[in-house]
């Protein structure tokens, strides 16, 4: 799925003599420019998928120009935890704005920014330029190429996405189509269903007992409160009341 990332690998030691932010490849993105979608993959897993726009200007990382870089980046800085979902940025400080989605004759950028740190020539520029992964309220036209060099994302999705990579992630923008990756598997939560007529086994690891010998009083009751008595539980629960009701009548004659 990726190059050979020797290259990139080597830049981890430069990086933190230049304070730059040390590569997590735990995460990555590629944005592919052909299907105008970012991929998130993790421990090489495809997690998720989001539709976005890059550059309504084509590709490169030259000055002056309001294109969107190719090759590998890196989630160097991101700004915006917790704030709500359509504010607005300006310079990366927040104006106490609250854009709609679609609102009619703006296109700053909202909600979140993940600044990208480019990691080769190709792509030397994109931190001085600026180049993000970024909201914004112009939601029509996300799936087209429509940014000024940016990686544009819904609100919604950009909040999301923002919350799942670490500083650092490995970012891939590439001309062609996103590539063939298997979903990361899904995590099913353990959940034990305990029922009456099937308790569980070696919850006493010194006490084990066949199902027919009777059950003890505190036995009894806790599987009374996990669901419904069986019928032979709840003779052995009645058995056991008039074995204690025996007991109180006899205490109570010799007092």
Same mark, same amino acid.
């Given at each position: 799925? /990726?190059? !050979?990332?020797a290259?990139?690998f080597?830049?981890?030691?430069a !990086?933190?003599? @230049?304070?730059?932010? =040390? ?6 993105l ?14 090489? #897993?495809?997690?998720? $998928? ?6 309504? /200007?084509?590709? *490169?990382? !030259? ?5 969107t ?5 890196a989630? $160097?800085?991101?700004i +915006?935890?917790?704030?709500?979902? *359509? ?7 927040l104006? *106490? ?6 609102a009619? +004759? ?11 740190r480019?990691?080769? &020539? %190709?792509?030397?520029?994109? @931190? ?6 970024? #909201?914004?309220?112009? $939601?029509?036209?996300?799936?087209? =190429?429509a ?11 950009? &909040? ?6 670490? =500083? +650092? &992630?490995?970012v ?18 353990s959940?034990?269903v305990?029922?009456?007529?099937? =308790? ?12 027919? %010998? ?11 409160? !996990? ?5 032979e539980?709840?003779?052995?629960? +009645?058995?056991?009341a &008039?074995?204690?009701?025996k ?6 004659k010799?007092?």
């Amino acid at each position: 799925m /990726f190059r !050979a990332l020797a290259v990139i690998f080597g830049l981890i030691s430069a !990086a933190s003599a @230049f304070g730059i932010t =040390p590569l997590d490849t735990s995460s990555q993105l590629i944005v592919s420019v052909r299907d105008q979608k970012l991929m998130l993959v993790q421990n090489g #897993g495809k997690v998720a $998928e989001y539709p976005v726009s890059t550059s309504a /200007f084509g590709l *490169g990382d !030259a000055w002056g120009r309001m294109t969107t870089p190719l090759g590998y980046l890196a989630v $160097e800085k991101k700004i +915006g935890d917790n704030v709500p979902v *359509g504010a607005v940025f300006h310079n990366r400080r927040l104006t *106490g704005e609250i854009l709609q989605a679609n609102a009619p +004759g703006r296109d700053p950028v909202t909600t979140r920014i993940i600044w990208l740190r480019g990691l080769e &020539a %190709q792509n030397a520029h994109a @931190f001085q330029r600026c180049i993000y992964i970024h #909201g914004t309220p112009q $939601e029509k036209n996300i799936g087209r =190429p429509a940014s000024y060099g940016c990686i544009r994302m819904k609100s919604s999705d950009v &909040a999301a996405l923002y919350d799942r990579v670490p =500083p +650092g &992630a490995l970012v891939q923008i590439i001309p062609d189509r996103l590539p063939k990756v298997p979903k990361a598997p899904r995590v099913q939560p353990s959940n034990t269903v305990l029922t009456a007529t099937a =308790p569980p086994q070696n919850e006493a690891p010194n006490q084990t007992q066949p199902q027919s %010998q009777p059950q003890t009083q505190n036995q009894t009751e806790s599987t009374a409160a !996990a669901g419904a008595l069986t019928i032979e539980q709840m003779r052995m629960a +009645g058995a056991l009341a &008039a074995e204690r009701q025996k007991a109180k009548l006899a205490l109570s004659k010799r007092l």
